[in-house]
């Protein structure tokens, strides 16, 4: 046998898509930009230094993690920097450099690598960051406070605090056109509506994210929302304020449809989203919290096992119910 | 290779290859080469082999395997045998591998033209036709006591790119026409149905067959989707087609019955679509046990070290690490892929982006099976997670976005548990 040429040989098949994780992280990153830019143009200089300051240090605990846990190092496959921006696109400008430390700590090593690291996270990473410093220090991740020094030219208080201490009797000061336009005070990379819809349509159609996930949880801010406004308009904001405030397009097209703690069949998908999207209205019209997203997407990240469970029939298996 | 689409939130989508993409319409005949070598099943003693080196054998002799057990070879071509050796597959199956040096022009033994003299029927065939080219065992379908009652004859290609059967039922639908009236004799089947894509359909029709067209979409040529799709029947998870009296033939394989028993010739040859770096087709035919490499210089196809030679097509063929390994007589396709194109596997977890779900033809949890299958839960994964279900298309590696060998992780589960449940059964 000519040992000179071997041929490489290994199990079927022997063809691929192509597809690879840093590609789709790089496009979650591409399709967070607008918003982000937006955020950025807004806050200016201490924005972007949340933002590049919360991006190296997730990437820089990831690769601390890797080599304390001697495995390979992974920073490459764009996760981490996926983590890191949607955590400050999660934060206010005014985020002071320690918070933004700790956070990245919380998202990597907690959130993610004690499970395993990528894919055996049971929770979002960058929410699981968010709302330890929700519970820690509350006034860091409040609006209001955190962006008490900005005029951007617009009414400058944030819509969901708003709404949670002086009623529907405020919500003149927001058109769904200003909110959706980024005329809002709140996160960095969670105001411009717009931006954010443009981002989660191109995930939808490359296939990055789930259109089940996504569109399930609107629907389910939307219903419930409504459910609340019909029955006590006074009481209850419409479903489009809900919509287009807090971090509702942010849980939509970047949070929720996160893949490890998210299902993978299509009714668990749907039954997800609209599990999300009813608990985090309830969060917010009758909760604590001012917003309820945080909270809300990562109860049924707990839950997504169990929705799991809900498959169809496999092949040859049962009745058959193609 | 095809790529994901840029707008990919569907399943993908892969077409098998039309007829039309035969880079040239007519078949390579590869000459005879100085040495051929068959591998076949082995389950005996070696000190019970009857064949001996230095043997003289004629094309098409009938040579018993053993002394006192049945079992045969038949000679693809005249010469000696050189050499006879037991290897073992990677899965610890036994195999023997027999080369024969070919010498001077092909004598034909006539014991079966002698024997086909009687009318073809099930005896005739077990006793010659285990090597029918085409279908890895001919026998299988034929059960003296219960026989099938549906044979569906594959006028499509069981992989992409592949082309050996279109080109059969394209070229020679006539001569299908003869094969299937021997099929009904020899297998007892009362009911037959050719299967063909669209475009063959015209063609199809000259056979007189009942004729079902199939969307030609992989994987709907595996056997048991092609038994949805045609029949609509169900195959259990843990059943065979032939517990449902159903059997596959390649149309290729029904061609050659029609050699056997009309033209009175033991087919030793095999109809093999090469597919080459840049993905064009050729048609070649070859002696059963020719190695690669002499089909690969008569079609002016160079490799180097890091290709890679794929028995059978992209999907689900066998990798080969040597030129010198020959082809046999179910080897539909020869694969060669450039190694700037080979895509390495890799260890990473499961990220649970349920690609791999989706893709899934046979709706089977992959994203937990390969959870399970990765930590060796073989029992778990066939008895909650419907490993069995498995239709073995490979889809799940295809799209798999970390390059986790998924598949391989599906057949390891399989053969494990078939490995566990015959030993249970050797235990009593």
């Known amino acids: 046998m000519d040992k000179d040429k071997l041929f490489v040989s290994s199990y079927a098949p022997y063809w691929h898509n192509g597809s690879s994780l840093s590609v789709k992280s790089y496009n979650i990153i591409l399709a967070a930009l607008p918003a982000v830019i937006m955020g950025i143009y807004q806050y200016g200089p201490p924005a972007l230094g949340v933002v590049a300051f919360s991006i190296s240090f997730s990437i820089f605990w990831e690769l601390i993690m890797n080599s304390v846990m001697k495995r390979p190092v992974t920073i490459g496959d764009g996760n981490a920097a996926v983590i890191g921006l949607l955590f400050a696109m999660l934060l206010p400008a005014a985020t002071p450099w320690w918070v933004v430390l700790v956070g990245t700590f919380v998202a990597i090593v907690i959130g993610k690598q004690i499970f395993g690291g990528i894919g055996c996270n049971p929770l979002n990473p960058s929410l699981v960051a968010i709302a330890m410093l929700m519970l820690s220090w509350e006034a860091m991740l409040d609006f209001d406070e955190a962006l008490v020094n900005y005029d951007l030219g617009f009414y400058m208080a944030y819509p969901l605090g708003a709404l949670k201490h002086f009623g529907t009797d405020i919500l003149y000061h927001y058109s769904p056109g200003q909110l959706l336009m980024g005329q809002q005070p709140g996160a960095i990379g969670a105001t411009f509506g717009l931006g954010l819809i443009i981002g989660g349509i191109y995930l939808i159609l490359r296939g990055f994210i789930r259109w089940e996930i996504a569109l399930s949880f609107l629907a389910g801010i939307f219903i419930t929302a409504l459910v609340f406004n019909i029955a006590d308009p006074e009481a209850y904001a419409p479903p489009l304020f809900h919509l287009l405030t807090g971090y509702t397009l942010m849980g939509a097209f970047f949070l929720a449809p996160e893949d490890a703690s998210s299902p993978v069949n299509f009714v668990p998908m749907l039954i997800y989203g609209a599990c999300a999207g009813f608990l985090t209205v309830l969060i917010r019209n009758i909760g604590a919290f001012t917003d309820g997203v945080v909270f809300a997407v990562l109860m049924v990240n707990v839950a997504n096992p169990l929705f799991d469970k809900i498959r169809p029939k496999a092949l040859g298996k049962g009745t058959d119910h193609a | ?428």
């Open chain 2, 1 to 428: 290779m095809m790529e994901r689409p840029f707008f990919g939130f569907g399943r993908p989508k892969l077409k098998y290859a039309e007829i039309e993409r035969l880079t040239q319409p007519d078949i390579r005949q590869v000459p005879v080469p100085a040495q051929i070598t068959v591998f076949l099943d082995h389950a005996a003693e070696v000190k019970d082999l009857g064949l001996r080196q230095g043997t003289e054998v004629k094309t098409g002799e009938k040579l018993a395997l053993y002394k006192d057990k049945k079992g045969y070879l038949i000679a693809p071509a005249t010469g000696t045998i050189q050499n006879i050796s037991e290897n073992r597959t990677y899965t610890d199956r036994r195999f023997l591998a027999i080369t024969i040096d070919t010498k001077g022009k092909d004598r034909w033994d006539t014991q079966f033209i002698d024997e086909a003299e009687s009318p073809p029927g099930p005896e005739n065939a077990l006793a010659y036709l285990a090597f029918l080219p085409g279908i890895s065992d001919f026998t299988s379908l034929i059960r003296m006591d219960n026989p099938l009652h549906t044979l569906i004859v594959n006028g499509t290609d069981p992989d992409l790119l592949v082309l050996t059967n279109q080109l059969v039922i394209n070229t020679r639908p006539e001569e299908i026409k003869e094969g299937l009236s021997h099929l009904s004799k020899v297998t007892g089947a009362s009911r037959v149905i050719l299967v063909v894509p669209p475009n063959l359909r015209l063609q199809a029709e000259k056979v007189g067959a009942e004729i079902r067209v199939i969307d030609p979409v992989y994987p709907n040529t595996l056997p048991r989707l092609m038994v949805q799709g045609v029949l609509n029947q169900t195959v259990p998870a843990n059943g065979t087609l032939t517990d449902l009296g159903i059997g596959i033939i390649s149309a290729e394989a029904v061609l050659a019955l029609k050699t056997a028993f009309t033209d009175k010739t033991l087919p030793v040859e095999k109809l093999i679509s090469v597919i080459d770096k840049d993905n064009g087709v050729t048609c070649a035919r070859a002696r059963i046990g020719t190695p690669v490499r002499e089909i690969l210089s008569t079609l002016n196809i160079s490799t180097q070290q890091g290709d890679r030679i794929v028995f059978g097509g992209p999907m689900t063929g066998h990798g080969v690490y040597s030129e010198d390994m020959p082809v046999l007589h179910h080897t539909d396709a020869i694969l060669i892929q450039d190694k700037s194109r080979v895509v390495p596997s890799s260890d990473s977890s499961c990220i649970n982006c349920g690609e791999c779900v989706r893709a899934c033809p046979a709706r089977l949890p992959v994203n937990m099976l390969v959870r399970l299958l990765e930590n060796g839960l073989y029992e778990e994964a066939a008895q909650t997670y419907d490993l069995l279900s498995c239709v073995e298309c490979g889809l799940c590696s295809y799209v798999c976005m970390v390059h986790i060998p998924v598949f391989h992780y599906m057949m390891l589960g399989k053969h494990e548990l078939a490995l566990r449940e015959a030993m249970e059964e050797s235990n009593g």
